[in-house]
């Protein structure tokens, strides 16, 4: 036998002989689903920003009609500069809260598990049930907060950060979670020896170890902060007046109040867009596509 075939057959049981590649077969359902369930309706949502259609009969092609009403529309400087601010805010509350709560998940303290469990429960919960009893906790006249939060700027959009937070937490905390057990113990053991503390570990090893990590988390964030859209219908309604009607809000408010459907695509179709723009962004300026595996040599 050939030195290349003992390499393919040994370490497998029987010494059976590893042959082709994994079958096209394997990977169909996987593309099938992500074609008709994200490729063919992004494709529609293009086709539909260049026509004109309130949701009967046939679309009526009107060139670009839709995205120059898009470009000059006043309310989309207004949406765009909410949903960043919206973007950046959340960014920053879930990802300290996140990295904080998934480094010390990682431990070995008493009860960690039971509690990491619990803390993960708001994740299962749907965006509507959890929007539905956070609107019946800040109601003015039966809730729990005295006062109109939600009638307020500042307190619709700071109910906003903190509804979404409060959900999606649990999942950015599951990821640093992972991350952190995956750093080598005996990079701490070293800095011990060292004798660096606690807090000069954290900032020496543990943050620099979930570099990937953190980056795989703020795109999921990113993308998740653009597309918000049942916690503001439920909480706020796009108000108090027009101060939360992010851009989710507006592409709903076109197309099923205003039954404008074509100018409903154009903005979904924006949305799709923005959001992968700043993905790869994000992914280019952190170096994320270049970086090697922490463990690498190890």
């Given at each position: 036998?050939?030195?290349?075939?003992?390499?393919?057959?040994?370490?497998?049981?029987g010494?059976?002989?590893?042959?082709?590649?994994?079958?096209?077969?394997?990977?169909?359902?996987?593309?099938?689903?992500f074609?008709?369930?994200?490729?063919?309706?992004?494709v529609?949502?293009?086709?539909?920003?260049?026509?004109?259609?309130?949701?009967?009969?046939?679309?009526?092609?009107?060139?670009?009609?839709n995205?120059?009403?898009?470009?000059h529309?006043?309310?989309?400087?207004?949406?765009?500069?909410?949903?960043?601010?919206?973007t950046v805010?959340?960014?920053?509350?879930?990802?300290?809260?996140?990295?904080?709560?998934?480094?010390?998940?990682?431990?070995?303290?008493?009860?960690?598990a039971?509690?990491?469990?619990?803390?993960?429960?708001?994740?299962?919960?749907?965006?509507?049930a959890?929007s539905?009893?956070?609107?019946?906790?800040?109601?003015?006249?039966?809730g729990?907060?005295?006062?109109?939060?939600?009638?307020?700027?500042?307190?619709?959009?700071?109910?906003?950060?903190?509804?979404?937070?409060?959900?999606?937490?649990?999942?950015?905390?599951?990821?640093?979670?992972?991350?952190?057990?995956?750093?080598?113990?005996?990079l701490?053991?070293?800095?011990?020896?060292?004798?660096?503390?606690?807090?000069?570990?954290?900032?020496?090893?543990?943050?620099?170890?979930?570099?990937?990590?953190?980056?795989?988390?703020?795109?999921?964030?990113?993308?998740?902060?653009?597309?918000?859209f049942?916690?503001?219908?439920?909480?706020?309604?796009?108000?108090?007046?027009?101060d939360?009607?992010?851009?989710?809000?507006?592409?709903?408010?076109?197309?099923f109040?205003?039954?404008?459907?074509?100018?409903?695509?154009a903005?979904?179709?924006?949305?799709?867009?923005?959001?992968?723009?700043?993905?790869?962004?994000?992914?280019?300026?952190?170096?994320?596509g270049?970086?090697?595996?922490?463990?690498?040599?190890?």
């Amino acid at each position: 036998m050939s030195s290349s075939a003992t390499a393919r057959t040994k370490g497998r049981p029987g010494g059976g002989v590893r042959t082709g590649r994994p079958h096209a077969a394997w990977v169909l359902p996987g593309v099938l689903f992500f074609t008709f369930f994200a490729v063919a309706p992004m494709v529609l949502a293009l086709y539909l920003s260049f026509t004109k259609w309130n949701g009967l009969g046939d679309p009526q092609p009107v060139g670009l009609a839709n995205w120059q009403k898009l470009i000059h529309d006043p309310r989309l400087t207004q949406s765009l500069t909410v949903t960043v601010l919206l973007t950046v805010v959340s960014w920053a509350f879930q990802t300290v809260l996140s990295l904080l709560l998934g480094v010390w998940a990682a431990g070995r303290q008493r009860n960690r598990a039971v509690l990491s469990a619990i803390f993960f429960v708001p994740f299962l919960l749907s965006s509507t049930a959890i929007s539905l009893l956070f609107y019946a906790l800040l109601d003015p006249n039966f809730g729990i907060i005295h006062g109109d939060t939600l009638g307020t700027t500042s307190g619709a959009f700071l109910a906003i950060v903190f509804v979404g937070g409060w959900q999606f937490i649990p999942f950015h905390t599951l990821i640093y979670q992972g991350g952190a057990r995956q750093i080598p113990e005996v990079l701490y053991q070293a800095a011990a020896i060292d004798g660096a503390g606690r807090y000069r570990q954290f900032f020496s090893i543990t943050l620099p170890q979930l570099r990937n990590t953190a980056t795989t988390s703020s795109v999921l964030m990113i993308v998740g902060s653009l597309t918000y859209f049942e916690t503001v219908l439920i909480l706020t309604q796009g108000g108090p007046g027009t101060d939360t009607a992010i851009l989710p809000y507006l592409m709903y408010e076109s197309g099923f109040k205003s039954y404008d459907l074509g100018y409903a695509s154009a903005i979904a179709s924006f949305l799709v867009v923005a959001a992968t723009a700043l993905s790869l962004v994000l992914v280019k300026l952190s170096g994320f596509g270049n970086m090697r595996s922490t463990r690498e040599g190890m």
